[in-house]
């Protein structure tokens, strides 16, 4: 079968298209054809070596796909065959026309949801609900949602009014996903492409403060906004740095005004997103969450979509297609 293999840490060249054998399931996994393969921003992390890969290259590369089931392993329900499903591997091996994982992580596709549309929305539905779960909003909120539109970040501002925000104010780079935040349902939108953000952010409240941060950027901009935020109630839910470093914040840095920040991660954090993943696609099949495709590119073609990733240009997952 047709994969990409991760040759090594670097650059997106270094994901290369290879003919490698068809997998087999083992006892408590299954097979799936895969028909779309969602490109992840940790993805381009672990490639580039900023996150640890949990095995040794050369490997099939990839955390998730969707497809059908064409075999099952000892233990496994036979029924799964021939279903829709979207899977979870252990951290490799989904970039591939054949993809083997764990059957506890499968989710049922429903019936009036495409497997693009599936892939699509899996992982940022997945967590932004249990980072909304969280939050606990009460409707009274004023949230700031970093880097609203793409990737979770979209998610969550579809779904931020419904889960109890009364006002949503939104980051994002540059006029076109400013503009795309806005209609996903943002109040206002900042861009965080200009340095001063944080700065342009205090002129927004004009006078009023944050209750809760959704962070995802992390980095040295976090603690400029801690001047901004509710003394004792609020809040801040770290996901993500897209900075290239956690948020610099420390205990000192929360005590004087009474602020809690939120580490959304770890091994119990990770079960939670899991849990959440067949409640996103009912969501993405009712119409309360939309997958945001950018686009659909070959198997083939995944260097070129990290490369995409990493220039920041997506507006939308990128999917790719065996």
Avoid at 179 to 204: C, F, K, M, S, Y
Wanted: with cysteine; proline share 8%.
């Amino acid at each position: 079968m047709k994969a990409i293999v991760m040759t090594g840490v670097g650059g997106p060249e270094v994901l290369v298209a290879q003919d490698v054998a068809v997998p087999h399931p083992g006892p408590g996994e299954l097979v799936i054809r895969a028909e779309a393969i969602p490109v992840l921003f940790p993805e381009t992390k672990l490639r580039s070596g900023e996150f640890p890969m949990p095995v040794e290259t050369p490997v099939v590369f990839g955390f998730q796909a969707a497809g059908a089931v064409v075999e099952v392993g000892d233990g496994v329900d036979p029924a799964l065959l021939g279903r829709r499903v979207t899977v979870a591997t252990a951290g490799f091996g989904s970039y591939a026309e054949f993809v083997c994982a764990p059957a506890p992580s499968v989710i049922v596709i429903p019936d009036a949801l495409s497997s693009e549309d599936a892939a699509a929305v899996l992982m940022d539905g997945s967590v932004a609900l249990p980072l909304l779960a969280t939050a606990a909003l009460t409707g009274t909120e004023t949230v700031l949602i970093e880097a609203a539109a793409t990737g979770v970040g979209s998610a969550l501002t579809q779904l931020a009014k419904e889960f109890g925000a009364a006002r949503v104010i939104a980051t994002a780079g540059g006029p076109e996903k400013s503009a795309r935040a806005l209609a996903l349902g943002a109040d206002e939108v900042i861009d965080h492409n200009a340095p001063d953000w944080p700065a342009r952010l205090r002129e927004t409240l004009d006078g009023t403060t944050l209750d809760v941060v959704f962070d995802s950027i992390g980095g040295g901009t976090a603690r400029d906004l801690l001047a901004a935020m509710t003394p004792m109630r609020g809040r801040i839910l770290s996901y993500g740095w897209l900075s290239g470093a956690p948020a610099h914040i420390s205990t000192t840095d929360l005590l004087p005004h009474g602020l809690t920040l939120t580490a959304c991660a770890g091994p119990a954090w990770l079960a939670e997103v899991s849990r959440s993943g067949a409640a996103a696609l009912d969501r993405a099949t009712t119409g309360t969450l939309t997958p945001r495709i950018d686009s659909v590119l070959p198997l083939d073609e995944a260097a070129k979509a990290h490369q995409l990733i990493e220039q920041r240009s997506p507006i939308g997952k990128i999917v790719l297609r065996p």
